[in-house]
Nanobody, 123 residues
């Protein structure tokens, strides 16, 4: 019902920037809270950022606060993650996810997931 398609990943040097995009095909995109998670090799998948239905409320994990910005354009059914001042520790596969009637960081409450996009930050 809500397939998610990511783009924007790649290889950058430390201190650089990337903008990830996650596009939903559903015209009802605006009823979902959206979030970004990431998973580094050998580690568990962790919460990164979330944005509410209208975009009025956001949440970030401490390690990215002040560097990453999550936003959404409901007219385009797209959520973004602007990543600035990237660090090697940000290297991971990044996933977007959508949740109905839930606001938080628990992965099990997210109904739909993107395929993941690789972000690699070199030093």
């Amino acid at each position: 019902q809500v397939p998610l398609v990511e783009s924007g990943g790649g290889l950058v040097q430390a201190g650089g920037s990337l903008r990830l995009s996650c596009a939903a095909s559903a015209t009802t995109f605006s009823i979902y809270n959206m979030a970004w998670f990431r998973q580094a090799p050998g580690k568990e998948r962790d919460f990164v950022a979330a944005i509410s239905l209208s975009g009025d409320t956001t949440d970030y994990t401490d390690s990215v606060k002040g560097r990453f910005t999550v936003s959404r354009d409901n007219a385009k059914n797209t959520v973004y993650l602007q990543m600035n001042t990237l660090k090697p520790e940000d290297t991971a596969v990044y996933y977007c996810a959508a949740a109905r009637l839930y606001w938080g960081q628990e992965q099990r409450h997210y109904n739909y997931w993107g395929q993941g996009t690789q972000v690699t930050v070199s030093s």
